[in-house]
């Protein structure tokens, strides 16, 4: 057997990535307000900004796309994804949603209600977003070992048990549901073990509330379930994740992950009374419930990713990837979340820049220097999209300060991969002569999408804005 691990696909068809200079690209970075959100994507060499919607579909894919089934009503491209889904996530009812935040809209605007509290092991910036958007309160309930990036936990994604027991003891009439995001996007992509799902649907029951599990990277966390967890090494990926969706009351899903499609979502369920009120809700905001504001192509590709998401070879390379960059960074002493992520792979900020504070947008300061430097688009989750000014006019900042690195599936490859991480290193060996930012605009919600920043001009307290000028 070879040490040498190789994608397991051929590349039939190219898209050229154009070449800029780091002159350019100073322009560029400037032009968008120091937001790499505002970049064209065409100035991006190796853009890692999300590994949603930018995977590469297979030729059975794009085959798909030719016969899927554009009627209105009863289309059979719906039928082929219900089947798949109905096999993979385990549920009677399967809607599709245009995202999974269009999905998470249509669940909670139906069961949260103002004041309520919707636990989560780590919710995802869109679901926090959508539960606060209807009164809601989200909080997360990570173990401890996943408010330290540098401590090794198997599955630094799971539930804090204790504090969800605790919650339900003392606020259960609060509580509509519980979330359970596999894997967590928002900590480090990292997974939740069989043993947890478990338990945390086991207090669910407890206190008869709905467990609704976000499954955007169900298979990733599946395959890690298989390498990590005693006991299920000799079961495949897809009996794993069936094992894992049998505890769900509720799956939302967005398609834009582990489906390999570029747009999709769905909801998943058993309840039929709630199934009904979800379907009347769909045709006021995404359409028809056998289309659910998706063309028949996309339902037929998304039907396609399902079946080849849970291939093993496929999900090897897959988190092989991530951890060989992760390694290789651990390797020169670069400060990144461990053990690697399934989808992406994490800088721990406050330890990559220690000198500046977290006013001073370190994370921004990398994300630009590494587009400025080596044209790599990355994006902060830390300080700018996770913390709040609040009303007494203090920062309210979240444990972890990272910058995320998320592979697109099946695009890049490993030369891409070893261009990012030699880049990284680089960076770090120059860490030093990095300067801060401040906001320029603060966006009110979500920051890091459309806030725009200034770097800081040594010794003076503010920066200078080339942006708004
Ligand atoms: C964990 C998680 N939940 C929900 C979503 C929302 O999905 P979508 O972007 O399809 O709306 C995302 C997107 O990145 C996510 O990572």
Avoid at 132 to 159: R, T, Y
Avoid at 246 to 261: E, G, P
Avoid at 350 to 371: D, K, T
Wanted: with cysteine; hydrophobic share 40%.
């Amino acid at each position: 057997m070879s040490e040498i691990l190789f994608e397991p696909f051929r590349i039939k068809v190219v898209e050229p990535i154009k070449m800029s200079t780091r002159e350019e690209r100073e322009i560029f970075i400037r032009e968008a307000g120091y937001n790499v959100f505002n970049l064209r994507a065409e100035d991006v060499l190796i853009d890692l900004l999300t590994d949603s919607g930018t995977s590469a579909m297979s030729q059975e894919q794009w085959a798909a796309l030719q016969t899927g089934d554009e009627s209105y009503a009863g289309s059979k491209s719906f039928f082929a994804l219900e089947s798949i889904a109905k096999e993979i996530f385990q549920k009677h009812t399967i809607i599709p949603v245009h995202q999974g935040r269009a999905g998470e809209h249509l669940v909670f605007s139906t069961l949260v209600s103002e004041g309520d509290i919707v636990p989560s092991n780590s919710h995802f910036d869109t679901t926090a977003a959508n539960v606060a958007d209807n009164g809601g309160n989200p909080v997360n309930f990570q173990i401890e070992e996943a408010l330290d990036a540098s401590c090794w936990h198997p599955f630094k994604g799971n539930m804090n048990i204790e504090k969800l027991e605790k919650l339900l003891e003392t606020e259960s009439e609060k509580v509509p549901f519980v979330v359970l995001t596999i894997t967590n996007n928002a900590g480090g992509g990292q997974p939740v073990s069989l043993a947890n799902v478990k338990q945390v649907a086991d207090v669910c029951e407890k206190f008869d509330k709905p467990l609704l599990i976000d499954a955007c990277r169900f298979a990733e966390n599946a395959y890690f379930i298989k390498k990590r967890e005693e006991g299920y090494s000799d079961w495949s990926a897809k009996e794993i994740a069936q094992e894992v969706f049998r505890y769900a009351s509720l799956v939302t899903f967005s398609a834009k992950k582990d489906a390999l499609a570029n747009v999709g979502g769905l909801v998943c369920l058993d309840d039929a009374d709630l199934a009904e009120k979800l379907k009347n809700r769909l045709i006021v905001t995404e359409g028809f419930p056998t289309y659910g504001g998706l063309a028949g192509r996309d339902l037929a590709a998304i039907a396609q990713g399902l079946k080849e998401v849970l291939d093993e070879n496929y999900l090897r390379y897959r988190l092989r990837t991530i951890e060989w960059m992760v390694e290789r960074l651990v390797d020169n002493g670069v400060p990144v979340v461990v053990p690697a992520g399934g989808h992406a792979f994490y800088l721990d900020v406050a330890r990559f820049l220690p000198h500046l504070s977290a006013e001073q947008l370190p994370g921004i300061a990398i994300v630009v220097e590494l587009y400025v430097r080596g044209g790599i688009r990355a994006v902060e989750l830390g300080h700018v999209a996770f913390g709040k000014q609040l009303d007494s006019g203090c920062d309210m900042h979240p444990r972890l300060d990272l910058v995320r690195f998320a592979m697109p599936r099946r695009v890049y490859t490993e030369a891409h991969a070893g261009y990012v991480v030699e880049q990284i290193i680089r960076l770090y060996h120059d860490k030093d002569n990095v300067k801060g930012y401040r906001f320029y605009f603060e966006a009110p919600v979500m920051r890091h999408f459309r806030s725009t920043f200034a770097p800081l001009v040594p010794g003076t307290s503010h920066g200078v804005s080339f942006y708004h000028t």
